[in-house]
């Protein structure tokens, strides 16, 4: 009977050191969040490389930040293009930009934002207006936006946690 009282007793204790423990699946040590980050930065640049042109074969200009989110275990890139426009007397315009936001290991757009008349709204001090629209990361929705600040907010989660 003794033994049996140890055994139970021990059953007990190991799992609730077990229920304790914080080797969760979803808890990364700092090395592997590390070997995540760089392996995000990698796969990053190798989109880039990819998908811009070779410099000096583009009027455009083009950059990206990576971030490894921890929190969704995901690879994003915030690609950004400044893209000058052209009159009919083939004379330079204003400038257009395009955001997209991507999850890299997927190949998925999770949003998009086309901003055009920078250099007036910068004279004007309008809010960088636009249109685009990117998935929600909390409601997996669609959200349109109309503004940079908008587009801004709606990014930061992906790119920030």
């Known amino acids: 009977m003794l033994n049996r009282m140890f055994y139970i007793l021990c ?4 799992v609730t050191s077990s229920c304790n423990s914080n080797t969760n699946s979803n808890t990364k040590s700092a090395k592997e969040v590390y070997e995540l980050q ?3 930065q990698k796969s990053a ?12 074969e583009s009027t455009s200009t083009f950059e990206y930040r990576n971030h490894y989110n921890k929190k969704l275990n995901k690879c994003f890139v915030l690609f950004t293009a400044i ?41 004007s001090g309008e809010n960088k ?7 929600d990361i909390e409601s997996s929705k669609q959200i349109k936006c109309d503004n940079k600040d908008d587009w801004d907010k709606l990014v930061k989660p992906y790119m920030e946690e």
């Open 45 to 56: 640049d190798a989109w880039f490389q990819e998908n811009t042109p070779k410099a000096g």
């Open 11 to 14: 059953i007990m204790l190991l």
């Open 38 to 40: 760089e392996r995000c």
């Open 83 to 123: 893209v000058p426009t052209w009159d009919s007397n083939n004379k330079r315009g204003d400038t257009g930009e395009r955001n997209l936001l991507m999850d890299i290991n997927e190949n998925n757009e999770i949003g998009e934002f086309w901003q055009f008349n920078i250099d007036a709204d910068k004279k």
């Open 129 to 135: 207006r636009g249109y685009g629209d990117l998935i």
